[in-house]
């Protein structure tokens, strides 16, 4: 099974208040979810002709980050099936409080072939 992890500081910038999704100082839900499927994209061994697309994520983010904390997202493939990758997914912080847990699926696709079937906006 393939895993990853990928660590990032909390900056002002990850925050609730500044990503809209709440009004504290603190990691926002959103940015918490984007590095742990960064976490789920390194776990993928690809060519370059291939990629991976999310389809369906279920997390429960259960503690709080000041900014300045250094948290650690990683994924750990737990099942695929054909296209399908299924992730575990676990962030904690540098202390070894668990931040968050949950699921992530994603599906491996061809890149040209997906790509060709998004229509510009106006067509």
């Not at 990503?19 to 061994?45: F, H, I, K, M």
């Not at 291939?50 to 904390?69: F, I, K, Q």
């Not at 695929?80 to 912080?93: I, K, P, S, Y």
Request: proline share 3%; net charge negative.
């Amino acid at each position: 099974m393939q895993s990853a992890s990928v660590t990032h500081v909390v900056t002002s910038d990850d925050t609730a208040r500044a990503l809209g999704s709440g009004d504290l100082d603190v990691l926002a839900t959103p940015r918490l979810l984007a590095w742990l499927e960064e976490a789920t994209c390194a776990a993928l061994d690809l060519p370059a002709e291939r990629t991976s697309v999310g389809t369906r994520v279920e997390l429960e983010h259960l503690a709080a980050s000041p900014v300045g904390a250094e948290v650690i997202a990683a994924a750990h493939v737990i099942h695929t099936d054909g296209r399908l990758v299924r992730f575990q997914v676990v962030a904690q912080d540098s202390g070894g409080t668990l931040l968050a847990t949950g699921e992530v699926r994603r599906v491996v696709v061809d890149r040209e072939r997906f790509l060709s079937r998004i229509r510009p906006v106006g067509d």
